[in-house]
């Protein structure tokens, strides 16, 4: 009587494994980058809208939005909203990944003025630009003075 004595896998079947975890491996990986943006996305809208909520109180207890700002990379002094309330500044900052947040702030008259009446917040996503504004707008566009006043285009 003849028995087998083989026991085990055959180099083959090991590689055919191994290349089958190695593809299933490299889906994960990639599913994982993509919602890692979306997540950080969400993160900045999120930011941007309590933005808005800050904003509004600083203008209760001010009266104004503070100084002027043209449309540019948010300040790092000065006496606009966007610098001047701390919990502004802090918002701003969770949102700004890489420099990629512009403010702007407008008094409604040319040139510079004293005390700003509307204000915008936009920050670059993986998918765009989003934009938020004094008038209540929260979408894509970017932050913008036009006709002396501050909002998203």
């Known amino acids: 009587m003849l028995t087998n004595l083989k026991k085990g ?9 191994i290349a089958i975890i190695g593809i299933l491996a490299a889906i994960v990986i990639g599913s994982l980058g993509s919602a890692k943006n979306r997540a950080q996305d969400s993160k900045v809208k999120s930011n941007l809208s309590s933005l808005r909520n800050q904003a509004e109180l600083y203008y209760t207890l001010n009266g104004n939005y503070g100084a002027d700002f043209a449309a540019a990379t948010c300040p790092t002094s000065g006496t606009t909203f966007f610098y001047a309330d ?25 040139g510079i003025g004293s005390t700003a009446d509307s204000w915008a917040v936009s920050a670059l996503l993986s998918s765009g630009n989003w934009c938020v504004d004094g008038t209540g707008f929260s979408g894509s566009g970017t932050a913008a003075i036009v006709g002396n006043a501050a909002s998203c285009q």
């Open 9 to 17: 896998f055959t180099l083959i079947e090991l590689l055919l494994v």
């Open 86 to 110: 701390a919990t502004a500044r802090n918002i701003i900052g969770e949102s700004d990944f890489a420099g990629n947040v512009t403010c702007a702030a407008d008094d409604g008259s040319a």
